[in-house]
C-alpha cells in the first residue's frame, strides 16, 4: 500500500496547517492538559474550518432551484408548477437517496483520513462512484415515468404533462449527483471545503446568467430553465474533478483510477445503503408534509402558509446541516486516528455551537412571529396562517439546531444501520401517523400535522442524544482503527 506515511496535506509553510489536520499531532500527548478554553478554541477553528465553507455550499445549492423556480415562475404558473414537481417531488426523491449512499464515504474517508491511509481516500471514492451511479440508473424509470407517478399522486394532467417533459430534461441532473457529491465527501474529509464553496458560487453565478441567456434571449421557456440548473451542477461536478485529478489538488489522497475499486463493492454496498435509507428517511420526512397538508380540505392558504415557512425553515436548516458534515469528519478524523476522546469533545462542541445558533433564530422566529411572511406575501390571509405557524417553525428551527448534528456523529461513528431503525420507528411510526390523527381525526388541520411530526422529530433527536451520551468512544475508536485496516484489505 503506497502513501501509509502521514504526509500534511497543507503546506508546512502555513502556521495553521496543523490545527486544520484531522489530528493535530502537537496536541496528541499534552490536549487533556490544556484548559478548557483553549480546548474549545482549537476544536473550533478545526470545527469551523469545515462548517464556514460548508454552510456556503449547501446555501448555494439551495440558491440554485429557488433561481430555478423564480425564472420559471416569471414564465407561468403552470410552468412553476412543472419546475416545482420535477425539482422537489422527482429529483427530491432521488436526490435524497443519493445525498445518504454518498454519506457512507463520510465514515470511511473521515476515518481512513484520521488514521493517515491517505492512498484509500481515493479508492473509496471511485467505489462510490461505482455504486451511486449504478444506483443513479435504476433509478431512470422514475424521471422516465414521472408523468404518469405524477397523476398518480393526484396532479391534474396538463401540469403532470409539462412536469413529465421537464423532469426528463433534469435527467443529467439526477446523473450529475453520483459523480458530485463523492468529489464534496472527499474534499470534506480531508479538510478543503473552502474549494467547494468558490466552485458552489461560481455555479450560482453560472444558473443566473444561462438561465436569462436560454430564458429571455433563446426563448427556450421552462426547458431552457431545466437546462441552466443541470449545467450549472455539471460546471461545478467538472471544476471539482479537474482540481483533484489533472490539476494535484490533492497530491496524497488521488494517486489515479484503481482497479481496487472494484473489490469490496458488495460491503460497500451493504455501508452505502443503511446511509441512504438513513438520509433519505429524513428527506422524506419533509415531504409528506406537504403531501398531508395538500390533501385538507380548503389547502390553498394552508399550502401557501406552510411553503413560506418551509421556505424558511430550508434556508436556516442549511447551518445545521453544515454541523452535520463538520462534526461527521471531525468524529470520523478523531476515532479513525485512535482518540475516543477527541471525537467526544468534537460532538460536545459542535453540538453546544450549533444549539447556541439554533436558539438565535428560536428567538428572531418568536420575536417576528407577526412579520416573518412579508418578504414572501402581502396577502393578509397568509400572513395570519403563517402567524399560527411561527411558534411551530420556532420550535423546528430550535430541534433541528441539534438534531443534524447528533445524525453527523452517527455518520462519522458508522452507526447508519442503528439510525435508519431510529428514523423508521420516530418519524413513520410515531411522527407520521400522530399528524394525521391531530391533523385529520381531531381536525387539527396543518397545526395538527405539523404539531404531530415535530413529535415525532424530538423522539429521533431524544433517542440519538441518549446513544451519543452512552457510547463508549474508546471502544469506537478501536473499532474504527479495525474497520480501517479491514477495508484497507479489500
Known amino acids: 500500500m503506497v502513501l501509509d506515511k502521514a504526509v500534511p496535506l497543507i503546506s508546512e509553510n502555513n502556521e495553521d496547517s496543523t490545527s486544520n489536520e484531522g489530528i493535530t499531532q502537537n496536541y496528541d500527548y499534552f490536549y487533556d492538559d490544556l484548559a478548557l478554553s483553549k480546548r474549545v478554541w482549537i476544536e473550533s477553528k478545526k470545527l469551523w474550518h469545515i462548517v464556514g465553507p460548508t454552510i456556503v455550499t449547501r446555501i448555494a445549492a439551495y440558491t440554485l432551484f429557488v433561481i430555478a423556480q423564480s425564472f420559471a415562475g416569471h414564465i407561468g404558473d403552470v410552468e412553476l408548477a412543472a419546475i416545482s414537481l420535477g425539482s422537489n417531488v422527482i429529483v427530491g426523491l432521488t436526490c435524497g437517496l443519493l445525498v445518504g449512499m454518498a454519506s457512507a464515504l463520510e465514515t470511511l474517508c473521515g476515518q481512513a483520513y484520521g ?64 459523480f458530485l457529491f463523492p468529489l464534496q465527501t472527499f474534499l470534506q474529509s480531508q479538510l478543503q471545503p473552502g474549494i467547494m464553496a468558490w466552485v458552489s458560487i461560481v455555479g450560482v453565478v453560472f444558473q443566473i ?65 443503511a446511509s441512504g435509507v438513513m438520509i433519505c428517511l429524513e428527506y422524506w420526512y419533509s415531504t409528506a408534509l406537504m403531501l398531508m397538508t395538500g390533501n385538507l380540505k380548503n389547502a390553498d392558504i394552508a399550502l ?27 468524529v470520523a478524523n478523531e476515532l479513525g486516528a485512535g482518540n475516543g476522546k477527541g471525537a467526544r469533545f468534537a460532538t ?64 462519522g461513528s458508522g452507526w447508519q444501520s442503528i439510525v435508519a431503525y431510529v428514523n423508521i420507528g420516530s418519524y413513520y411510526l410515531i411522527g407520521i401517523p400522530l399528524g394525521l390523527l391531530l391533523g385529520w381525526t381531531l381536525h387539527g388541520g396543518v397545526t395538527g400535522i405539523w404539531g404531530g411530526m415535530i413529535v415525532g422529530t424530538a423522539v429521533q433527536t431524544m433517542i440519538l442524544g441518549i446513544i451519543t451520551m452512552r457510547c463508549n468512544w474508546e471502544k469506537e475508536a478501536n473499532k474504527a482503527s479495525r474497520h480501517v485496516d479491514k477495508w484497507e484489505a479489500i
Open 304 to 330: 401557501d402558509a406552510l411553503s413560506i415557512c418551509t421556505s424558511i425553515n430550508q434556508w436556516e436548516i442549511m447551518i445545521p446541516f453544515a454541523f452535520f458534515a463538520g462534526v461527521g469528519v471531525r
Open 348 to 411: 460536545i462542541v459542535a453540538s453546544t455551537t450549533s444549539i447556541a445558533i439554533g436558539v438565535v433564530f428560536w428567538l428572531l422566529a418568536m420575536i417576528f412571529h407577526d412579520k416573518l411572511a412579508l418578504i414572501f406575501s402581502n396577502s393578509q390571509p397568509v400572513l395570519d396562517e403563517v402567524d399560527k405557524l411561527s411558534v411551530l417553525l420556532a420550535f423546528t428551527i430550535l430541534l433541528n439546531s441539534l438534531q443534524p448534528v447528533l445524525s453527523g456523529v452517527a455518520v
Open 115 to 178: 488514521a493517515k491511509k491517505y492512498y484509500m481516500l481515493g479508492v473509496y471514492m471511485q467505489r462510490s462512484w461505482i455504486v451511486l451511479f449504478t444506483c443513479s440508473i435504476l433509478l431512470l424509470p422514475l424521471f422516465i415515468f414521472s408523468t404518469q407517478l405524477l397523476k398518480l399522486l393526484g396532479q391534474p394532467d396538463h401540469v403532470a404533462d409539462l412536469a413529465g417533459t421537464v423532469t426528463l430534461c433534469l435527467i443529467p441532473l439526477h446523473l450529475c449527483f453520483p
Open 209 to 273: 446568467i444561462g438561465s436569462w441567456i436560454l430564458v429571455t434571449v433563446l426563448g427556450w421557456g421552462v426547458m431552457g430553465v431545466a437546462i441552466a440548473l443541470c449545467l450549472a451542477w455539471w460546471i461545478q461536478a467538472l471544476v471539482l474533478f479537474g482540481y483533484i485529478v489533472f490539476w494535484g489538488g490533492c497530491p496524497f489522497c488521488w494517486a489515479g483510477f484503481s482497479m481496487e475499486a472494484f473489490s469490496g463493492l458488495w460491503e460497500f454496498i451493504k455501508l452505502s445503503a
